[in-house]
Nanobody, 120 residues
């Protein structure tokens, strides 16, 4: 099993920055990729960014150029640096792990989330 714990959320004014962290524990060797998702109020959860075990990154269009995903394998942590924040970035941000399980990938591994609120 994989355990994920987010931290670093908070309240920030538009244009500001926050850095989210995700602490990863458990069967880390089985993780194929890590990602950040978010769920704005009243909306569905959506992918923000992902990073593969090889370090390849992918971003949603609405965060390209503003957010940066990274991972520190030595510390078993993943980060999301968020700059130039906008009110529409307000959401609960979740850490996700895609875990390889004997020939298939289990995407249903989530942290509890951390709230990010951006004021205008």
């Amino acid at each position: 099993q994989v355990q994920l714990v987010e931290s670093g959320g908070g309240f920030v004014q538009a244009g500001g920055s926050l850095r989210l962290s995700c602490a990863v524990s458990g069967t880390i060797g089985s993780i194929e990729s890590l990602g950040w998702y978010r769920q704005p109020p009243g909306q569905q959860r959506e992918l923000v960014a992902s990073i593969s075990s090889g370090g390849n990154t992918d971003y949603a269009e609405f965060v390209k150029g503003r957010f940066t995903i990274s991972r520190d394998n030595a510390k078993n942590k993943m980060y999301l640096q968020m700059n130039s924040l906008k009110p529409e970035d307000t959401a609960v941000y979740y850490c996700n792990a895609a875990v390889g399980r004997f020939g298939w990938t289990d995407y249903n591994n989530w942290g509890r989330g951390t709230q990010v609120t951006v004021s205008s």
